[in-house]
């Protein structure tokens, strides 16, 4: 049997085998602290998506909301209706179990979204940056500069408040994600761009460059098919760290009133009706949203932080 026959003939199970037996998946094994947070963001991300079908009550719908059930305490029963809560209620007797799921699904959707968005820019105008030069990565990188000079969170507050002074009154509710989605994507581009140039420099100078360029491919054709691919590495990093600033970014503008819209709220929104009430004893209310902010934040961080050992070669 020759080579290829056998290579064709290996199963399923050997190619998963192989896998299994790399030196990522090795590392990654071997790593307690990234297996913990992988399974805590797959936990959080599958509540999340199928918050429809785990959570025992939808919180946004007012048909299913009874003002008795407010500040109900975790675990216990409500004097009046004698219902119980795993996590307890808010003022407006919505389950926080329940809420907490729907408002991961806003925190994911926009930190995803922003990421792709940030990433998309980024490592085009790096791109462009580190192949081209000239006068083209001068315009670029300063215009990154600059927006390195504020703070990400000024620059996406920025943002938000043209882009929502824009957009007509009777939309801004509807269209009030997908603002929030434009501004920190447009205030998070700027690694993606510095990292992808930095790569872009050293990789258009070697060999398998020059000789795309022997044999006629345009500029464009090497930066897609060439360069790109060789420097996906430290952008899979990035992403992944961005992620979960991301979603932190979108919880502080929810937090402060400029984010996602009441009849929406995520994870931030939660938060600021929360602080309302920690003084008053109903400390449940801010308690839990903070908590699952703070597990699926820090446990992206920590993948992020494993990715980033694990594809350095240098480490290996």
């Known amino acids: ?181 434009l501004a920190i994507g447009l205030s998070d581009w700027v690694q993606f761009a510095r990292v992808v140039r930095g790569a872009t420099l050293v990789e258009k100078s070697k060999e398998y460059v020059q000789a795309a360029r022997l044999i006629g491919r345009t500029p464009f054709s090497i930066m897609l098919r060439h360069i790109l691919p060789n420097v996906l590495n430290p952008v899979l990093v990035i992403a992944t760290i961005s992620l979960a600033l991301a979603i932190i970014a979108e919880a502080t503008l929810s937090f402060l009133g400029v984010g996602a819209p009441p009849t929406k709220p995520s994870l931030g929104t939660l938060i600021r009706i929360g602080q309302e009430f920690m003084f008053s004893g109903e400390w449940w209310i801010l308690f839990f949203p903070a908590l699952a902010l703070l597990a699926l934040a820090l446990s992206i961080n920590l993948l992020g932080d494993w990715l980033r050992d694990a594809l350095n070669p240098r480490l290996r």
């Open 1 to 181: 049997m020759t080579e290829a026959a056998e290579t064709s003939a290996q199963s399923p199970t050997s190619r998963a085998r192989r896998i299994w037996d790399s030196d990522f998946m090795w590392s990654f094994r071997h790593a307690p602290v990234a297996v913990v947070s992988f399974f805590v963001v797959v936990v959080l991300i599958l509540g999340a998506v199928l918050a429809p079908l785990i959570a025992p009550h939808d919180p946004f719908d007012p048909a299913t909301l009874n003002l008795m059930n407010g500040f109900t305490p975790p675990g216990d029963a409500n004097a009046f209706t004698g219902d119980r809560f795993l996590l307890g209620t808010d003022d407006q007797g919505r389950d926080v179990f329940s809420t907490i799921l729907y408002g991961m699904r806003i925190s994911l959707f926009v930190g995803f979204a922003a990421v792709a968005l940030a990433m998309v820019i980024g490592v085009t105008l790096g791109l462009l940056a580190g192949y081209l030069g000239g006068w083209v990565e001068t315009i670029i990188m300063r215009v990154a500069d600059v927006q390195l000079t504020f703070p990400a969170i000024l620059v996406a507050m920025l943002i938000f408040g043209i882009a929502k002074g824009i957009t007509p009154p009777e939309y801004r509710d509807q269209m009030a994600i997908w603002v929030l989605i």
